[in-house]
């Protein structure tokens, strides 16, 4: 090489209309003897060499420049040119190309997206950044994708240096690594500029090319499993009853909620009527708040806790309570009262929903049914003959649980002058008994007091039927008069 040429070709980017944009070739002669050198004009009016002569003699080691400058005409589009240095024995062709502004879209961070470990059925997403590094604005869309992956917006406009995060949702349905790969088609964005009407088409021989981005989605998908199993690890009938109780009275229920699976789960239980919870089934994807706000606000069954979070790989105790609540039925003025011995039965449904992981939502039926108690005493009033301070009379009362379905278990409150005999047992269904009611006055004068009867249920929880409730035993001492009553 007798001659260098530097830079070896001269590019123009980002050009537009009406902006001149230039450089400087430099020509050295690196031989050991004088060259004559000859310089070609380019070819076509945009490209033009300012200071140049079409042939100069140029000495051993010394250089010449030359200006070469640029000035797109009307027509938007790239342009390609030459110039050509001729000597003796070689020549030499040095490319003149200049390009309008063109978008380049990047994905910042990375190509490769990790989602680390994806549980099967669970949603997963994540946030890729994109931004246009080019010169110009651009659009984009992304292209066909899977089932199981969703980009978000799926479509945009950039302008240059800016920036646009999209939301890629992945639901894995097969177990192991995966990959797969996402595609973002883009293509130059139609400009306005100041006094010209928008620019739609890149003009002739100049048609915007499209361009491509790609990022991977990779990760490994595992089971996961939640289970609601009994307090022994046993699986629950369905429906779960939890019998007949009385109203105001409590049943439960142990369970244990277990979380085979990598990852912490939140959730949060609904429970409500058959027919309300029917909303969960038929609108499966819907959002569980919004489905909530259609139940019927009821305290009578109830999930504890409501809501939290499993860690993974571990389990947490849940009770289910069954708490019937009576409710009078009221028309006008008047209340309807159930009558003693009838049954409701309760049909629920409750439902655990667990974040992110619609398909692992479990549905539990729930079965109830409530009755009144109801204790007859008879005599309902006891009155006793004259009697001497600390002396004792003897009366006999009976007993009976009017409810044909559940056991009665109940504790007399005795007062100072009057006990009861026995203050407590059990009545069975329909069952009746005697009970010894004896008056021991203390003091002088007459006495009149009641005696309260708490059925207390074998859970612990009471009802006190206490006076002046018509059917309870009202007892007293008469001082002067004509005794009555049993003594």
Not at 18 to 43: Q, Y
Not at 220 to 231: F, K, P, R, W, Y
Not at 239 to 267: E, M, R
Not at 332 to 342: E, F, L, M, N, P
């Amino acid at each position: 090489m007798q001659v260098q040429v530097f830079p070896p070709e001269v590019c123009f980017r980002a050009v537009s209309k009406g902006v001149v944009h230039s450089t400087l070739i430099a020509i050295k002669n690196v031989d050991t003897r004088a060259r004559i050198i000859k310089i070609s004009h380019p070819a076509t009016s945009a490209f033009k060499l300012i200071g140049y002569q079409p042939s100069l003699k140029l000495a051993p080691g010394l250089e010449t420049a030359l200006e070469v400058r640029f000035q797109a005409d009307a027509s938007d589009r790239d342009y390609e040119d030459q110039l050509t240095i001729v000597t003796e024995t070689e020549s030499i062709v040095v490319p003149l190309r200049a390009f309008r502004p063109l978008p380049k879209l990047v994905v910042k961070e990375g190509a490769d997206l990790d989602l680390g470990v994806v549980v099967d059925g669970a949603r997963v997403e994540a946030a890729v950044i994109v931004a246009n590094a080019g010169e110009a604005p651009l659009k984009f869309n992304v292209g066909e994708l899977g089932d199981n992956l969703a980009v978000e917006p799926d479509q945009g406009t950039l302008q240059p240096g800016e920036e646009a995060a999209l939301n890629v949702a992945f639901a894995a349905e097969t177990l192991g690594d995966f990959e797969t790969a996402a595609q973002i088609k883009y293509t130059r964005a139609p400009e306005i500029e100041t006094g010209a009407s928008e620019i739609t088409d890149a003009g002739a021989g100049g048609a915007f090319p499209d361009f491509e981005s790609t990022f991977h989605l990779k990760g490994s998908v595992v089971s996961h499993t939640i289970e609601l199993l009994s307090a022994k690890k046993g699986q629950l009938p369905s429906p779960i009853d939890l019998g007949t109780k009385y109203y105001g009275d409590y049943a439960t229920k142990q369970c244990v909620l277990v979380n085979k699976g990598p990852k912490a789960v939140k959730f949060v239980s609904y429970v409500g009527s058959a027919s309300d919870m029917s909303a969960f089934s038929s609108q499966p994807d819907g959002s569980p708040e919004e489905l909530a706000s259609k139940i019927t606000p009821s305290s009578t069954f109830v999930l504890q806790p409501r809501s939290g979070v499993i860690p993974a790989y571990s389990e947490m105790n849940v009770k289910i309570v069954f708490h019937p609540e009576r409710v009078n039925e009221i028309k006008g003025y008047a209340a309807a009262q159930k009558a003693v011995g009838s049954v409701d039965s309760f049909d629920f449904v409750s439902i655990i929903d667990f974040k992110g992981m619609p398909s692992k939502r479990i549905s539990l039926p729930l079965l109830g049914k409530a009755t009144m108690l109801s204790l007859d005493l008879s005599p309902s009033m006891l009155s006793f003959s004259e009697i001497q301070v600390h002396d004792y009379l003897d009366a006999v009362i009976e007993a009976r649980n009017l409810n044909d379905l559940l056991p009665l278990q109940f504790k007399v409150r005795n007062t100072p002058n009057f006990k009861v005999h026995p203050i407590k047992g059990v009545l069975g269904p329909g069952d009746k008994m005697s009970m010894k009611v004896s008056f021991v006055p203390r003091t002088l004068g007459n006495h009149r007091e009641r005696v309260a009867i708490e059925m207390v249920s074998q859970k612990g929880f009471g009802h006190v039927f206490a006076a002046p409730h018509p059917r309870r035993p009202c007892l007293w001492h008469r001082r002067q008069g004509r005794p009555r009553g049993r003594a």
